[in-house]
Nanobody, 117 residues
């Protein structure tokens, strides 16, 4: 499976962006990660085949992950963006076990999100 991430850009604090990750095949589970300069990559949100979602505490209530099975695409709607959300965002094809997402080594190319006035 290959992944194509899109939707990053420059946005002012309080603004919104929608990231998309299109897969070349069927997705079982997927996660969105981010990596800010000088920091480790962190899980932002994930979604299973049944639509169960999980979010990092820092984005709960602001970000929403969703999936379009017909298009093999997963979206990350990001609202009320803050400067600390600035990072390169990566999607990851996951495997699923006991109803939970687990990462694999299949990554999208990353898309830069910059939140600044």
């Amino acid at each position: 499976v290959q992944l194509q991430a899109s939707g990053g850009g420059l946005v002012q604090p309080g603004g919104s962006l929608r990231l998309s990750c299109a897969a070349s095949g069927i997705i079982v589970a997927m996660g969105w990660y981010r990596q800010a300069p000088g920091k480790q990559r962190e899980l932002v949100a994930d979604i299973t085949s049944g639509g169960t979602t999980n979010y990092a505490d820092s984005v709960k209530g602001r970000f929403t992950i969703s999936r379009d099975n017909a298009e093999n695409t997963v979206h990350l709607q990001m609202n009320s963006l803050k400067p600390e959300d600035t990072a390169v965002y990566y999607c990851n094809v996951g495997r699923q076990y006991a109803g939970r997402y687990y990462s694999t080594d299949v990554w999208g190319q990353g898309t830069l999100v910059t939140v600044s006035s």
